[in-house]
Structures are given as structure tokens and as C-alpha cells.
């Protein structure tokens, strides 16, 4: 459970990151300016001398400017016409050739000029002084058939858009020759793109980069939590483990009728609090506490004491850090023929305190004691604590 808090958590953030990265994209001013531009409908009509018919084109190939009023013109178009083949018209004495069927004067007319030399606002003040009814300007040869945004304020309200240069070259090339070209603009889609401000783009990216901190740290500290976690878990297994042999040392005894020390119908386990009955196995503490082997076993691998005295019961074995090498002890040897687990009785003090008394008469064989020699030999430390159980501890014989 604990660990799907956690993945939940990691969720949580995630979530948290994307809310915050649109939030700053939706801020005011996150956005910035919306341009809107309107593409121009440009349709040229003219009157080919070779077969003597008309023709023309229709195409939605231009573009107007910024501060040009969105509405359509007609006019026959005229050249800038200077001796040194000035095609940019910035000049402010610039003058312009316009071919007139059958010799018409003061026709509305359309200033076809090249983009370059000057600013595009001069460029449309000095065909607005020949009074010029529209302005169309002609990309730069390496742009190709690409037409770009134009700034021009303060020009009035002269229409002016912009061309591809094979759309502006093909309709100068008919002019020069004498042709008249009449040149109709309309109003052709609208388009809007949004920009980005450069302070918004600073405004997401620190917000991003922080974010990308924010959970590197968290990961980070993640991670090194789940390593000492499973760490903690594997020591902890490994320790238990040592522990049980450990209590495994400890002695067993089986409960019988009549049993000298323990009374069956008043002593019980203060685990489980229940009396001691006859043939339950229990298990004798250094401290000669007695409980239950199943009741005591769970208890000692958790808490290690004794649950009445408090009693450290490891180190009461003499294992004083962490039970890591643990001996197994060997069990005493009993005479042949005989169960030592069945015959291991308790002799507690009386209740006077007299513990020089002697113990009941008994034959060789029943007061042979319990502690073999061989317990000296393997378990080192406990020979003393082992050696004061001695004189409580004896064999009987059933």
C-alpha cells in the first residue's frame, strides 16, 4: 500500500507539472501578439498583339500590408521610367510609364514596382504623389514565389500588397513593351498567426527548467528511500533468521502428570494466560520464566525479552551485538534408551528460600545431571549462565 501511495504521488506531480506549463502558457501575455494578414486575388488582362487576343490570369498569389485598407482596386499598371532603369521607385522625382489603349488619359492607374533600394513607405508616398490608385510591389529574385509581411505605416489609405518576383517580372516584361495591362486586386483569404513574445518564452522556460529540477530532486530522494527501504527489509530478514537459531538454544520441556515444579492446575503462560497443560511443550528463559514455545518463539524473534522480567534473553546467551555467527549448539547426550525431552522436569526453590536443600532421594540414574560437557566445548559464553540453570534443571526417569 505504501508503495501505491507513492506511484499515486508520482502521478499527483506529473500532473501538477503539466497544469502549471499550461497556466503559463495561458498567463496574460504568455500569447503574444495575433497578426492578421488577408492574401490578395490579383487578375491581369491584356490584349496579346501577335494573335490580337485577350488574355488573362486569375490567381490568389499576393498579399496585402500591414496598414493597407482590406479592398480591392483596378487600374491599368504603369513602370517607374527612369534613364538608369530605376525599377524600385525611390526616387522622389520618380516618374512612371503607363501604356493607354487608344491614347486615354487620366485612366485610374497601378504602380508596379521592385522591392528594394529604399523603405516600402517611400516607396508607396512617391506613387501616391503621381496619384497612383494602388500600390503593387514585386519580392526580391532569391525569395521566389514567397511573399512576406510589409510595414508602411503612414502611407494613407493607398492599397498596397505584394507579389512573387516570376508574377512582378512577367507583368513588367509586358509593360516595357508597350502593352497595356489592366490590373484588377481583390480581397482574398484571411489569415491569423499567432506569435509567441519573447518574454513569454523566457516566463515558460523557467517554469519548465524548475519543474525538471523539482522532480529530479523528487526522484533522486525516491529512489534512495526505496534502496534503504529494501535494504532495511533484507537486514531485517537476514537478522530474524539469526535470531531464531539463536532462541532455538534455549530448552524445551514437555509437561507430564505429576510433574515436580510446575503446578498444571495453577501456573500458566503469561503470553497467552492460559494453564499449562499436560504435554504442552514449553520453553524454559535464563531468567526461569517458563511460556508456551509457540507463544514465546513469535514474542522473542520481535521484542528479544522476556515478556515478565524484561530480561534480554540474546544477550542473556551471550550474544551481545547482533546475532550475525550464530553456533549451533549440540544438544546433550543422554544415557541409551532414554528421551531427554521427555525427562527434563523442573525443580524450582521452595518457598522458604532454602536452596541448599537436598533434592529427593533418588537412584544414580535419575540424579545423573543434564549439563553435558560437551556444552562447554561449543558454547563458549554461556558456560556460566548455562552452568547457575544446572542446579534447577535435572533428569528424571519416568
Keep these: 500500500m505504501a508503495w501505491r501511495r507513492r506511484e499515486a504521488s508520482v502521478g499527483a506531480r506529473g500532473v501538477l507539472a503539466l ?4 497556466l503559463a502558457l495561458c498567463v496574460p501575455g504568455a500569447r503574444g501578439r495575433a497578426l492578421e494578414w488577408f492574401s490578395a486575388v490579383v487578375n491581369i488582362e491584356y490584349v496579346d498583339p501577335q494573335t490580337n487576343l485577350t488574355v488573362w490570369s486569375v490567381s490568389e498569389s499576393g498579399r496585402f500590408g500591414d496598414s493597407s485598407p482590406k479592398e480591392g482596386a483596378h487600374g491599368l499598371v504603369g513602370v517607374p521610367w527612369a534613364p538608369g532603369g530605376d525599377l524600385e521607385g525611390c526616387a522622389p522625382d520618380t516618374r512612371f510609364f503607363v501604356p493607354e489603349p487608344g491614347g486615354r488619359g487620366a485612366a485610374p492607374w497601378v504602380a508596379l514596382v521592385a522591392r528594394g533600394g529604399c523603405t516600402f513607405k517611400d516607396k508607396v508616398l512617391v506613387a501616391a504623389r503621381r496619384n497612383a490608385s494602388a500600390v503593387v510591389l514585386y519580392n526580391e529574385e532569391r525569395y521566389g514565389n514567397i ?3 510589409m510595414s508602411h505605416a503612414g502611407t494613407g489609405n493607398i492599397v498596397v500588397i505584394m507579389i512573387s518576383y516570376p508574377k512582378g517580372r512577367e507583368i513588367l516584361e509586358l509593360v516595357q513593351k508597350g502593352i497595356p495591362v489592366t490590373m484588377t486586386i481583390g480581397v482574398g483569404t484571411r489569415h491569423v498567426q499567432e506569435f509567441i513574445s519573447g ?3 523566457v516566463f515558460v522556460a523557467i517554469a519548465f527548467i524548475t519543474m525538471m529540477i523539482i522532480s529530479l530532486a523528487w526522484l533522486i530522494f525516491y529512489y534512495i528511500q526505496r534502496f534503504l527501504y529494501t535494504g532495511s ?3 531485517s530478514q537476514s537478522h530474524r533468521k539469526e535470531t531464531k537459531k539463536v532462541i532455538g538454544q534455549l530448552l524445551l520441556h514437555t509437561v507430564k502428570h505429576g510433574e515436580k515444579g510446575i503446578d498444571v492446575d ?4 503469561a503470553v497467552c494466560i492460559e494453564n499449562f497443560k499436560v504435554k504442552d511443550i514449553i520453553r524454559i528463559l535464563p531468567c526461569k520464566h517458563i511460556f508456551h514455545r509457540i507463544c514465546i518463539d513469535p514474542w522473542l524473534l520481535d521484542h528479544r525479552t522476556c515478556p515478565m ?13 547482533e546475532p550475525g555467527d550464530v553456533q549451533e549448539m549440540p544438544a546433550p ?5 532414554r528421551d531427554p525431552a521427555a525427562n527434563l522436569s523442573l525443580a524450582l526453590p521452595d518457598d522458604d528460600g532454602s536452596d541448599d536443600s537436598s533434592p529427593p532421594s533418588a537412584s544414580p540414574a535419575e540424579s545423573e545431571p543434564q549439563c553435558d560437557p560437551s556444552f562447554k566445548g561449543d558454547a563458549g559464553e554461556n558456560t556460566a549462565l548455562l552452568g547457575a540453570m544446572c542446579s534447577h534443571v535435572m533428569w528424571t526417569s519416568i
Excluded: H, M
Design 19 to 22: 497544469a502549471l506549463l499550461a
Design 233 to 235: 527489509q533484507i537486514g
Design 147 to 149: 511573399t512576406l509581411p
Design 266 to 269: 495453577a501456573e500458566n503462560c
Design 333 to 337: 547426550e543422554s544415557p541409551p534408551g
Design 199 to 201: 518574454q513569454s518564452v
Design 309 to 321: 522480567c524484561k530480561l534480554d534473553v540474546i544477550k542473556a546467551l551471550g550474544y551481545w551485538g
